[in-house]
């Protein structure tokens, strides 16, 4: 019996992802949370559905990482883009993205620094210039990042995600609590992410610089930022509460 439903459930993930995959990464790419991407699908689609497709996909598209950045985020990445000819025939075409395509799509600075050996992607380990934030030497925090972001462009830059903290649930009171001081569609898209022990890396995104910057002021977030480019890596001390 097991067989017939490990086969009914490829089948019905494969129907899902031909209905309604390219529609689900489209609006995971333009910023939408899982809530907004199920109500606004037109094929009926479960929440766990619809949530592995855009899992797959954050990952694919390394918006999110399971180890600390490293050099293959300079490798290309092969996908399979699917095509129609004029007469509804569907094919799937085998395509790269490179380093260059990367930085076109996530604004990524320019890189005439570096030299045409690297920008081929021959990287060796990353040898990290490691730091701790300090807001009497570095300022605003959310202001450090963003600076350090701009230089490196958001493909390049990331900040690690404590299962612990990112994790939401009514058996998580505690993180719940903490991220009262975000605002509803900021709560929506962490509650939408599968938080995977001990942390994820999440791209240094808009939307997450704001995240990061309410959680830290409020004396809840720690972690390690990476910002890839410029080979630094900054830890995050949480911040300590006034007396």
């Not at 493909?155 to 975000?182: I, M, N, R």
């Not at 630094?232 to 007396?243: G, Q, S």
Request: hydrophobic share 35%; aromatic share 10%.
């Amino acid at each position: 019996m097991e067989e017939p439903d490990v086969f009914r459930s490829a089948l019905s993930n494969f129907a899902t992802d031909v209905a309604c995959g390219g529609a689900i990464r489209h609006l995971t790419d333009i910023g939408y949370t899982l809530e907004q991407i199920v109500a606004r699908l037109d094929y009926p689609v479960s929440r766990e559905k619809a949530q592995r497709i855009m899992m797959e996909y954050l990952y694919q598209s390394r918006a999110l990482l399971r180890c600390e950045p490293s050099q293959t985020l300079f490798e290309g990445q092969t996908q399979f883009v699917q095509e129609q000819d004029a007469y509804g025939r569907r094919t799937l075409r085998k395509t790269t993205i490179d380093q260059k395509s990367q930085n076109n799509m996530t604004g990524a600075t320019d890189l005439t620094w570096m030299s045409q050996e690297k920008k081929a992607g021959k990287f060796g380990d990353l040898l990290w210039r490691e730091s701790v934030y300090d807001f009497r030497r570095d300022g605003k925090l959310t202001e450090l990042l963003h600076k350090k972001s701009m230089e490196n462009g958001a493909a390049y830059s990331y900040l690690s995600c404590d299962y612990a903290l990112f994790h939401t649930g009514t058996e998580k009171p505690a993180a719940d609590q903490a991220l009262s001081v975000l605002n509803n569609r900021q709560r929506e898209y962490l509650s939408g992410i599968r938080w995977e022990k001990p942390a994820l890396y999440h791209r240094l995104d808009q939307r997450m610089l704001e995240i990061v910057g309410k959680l830290y002021e409020a004396g809840v977030y720690g972690g390690v930022c990476f910002f890839v480019l410029r080979r630094e890596k900054i830890t995050v001390p949480v911040k300590p509460a006034r007396n």
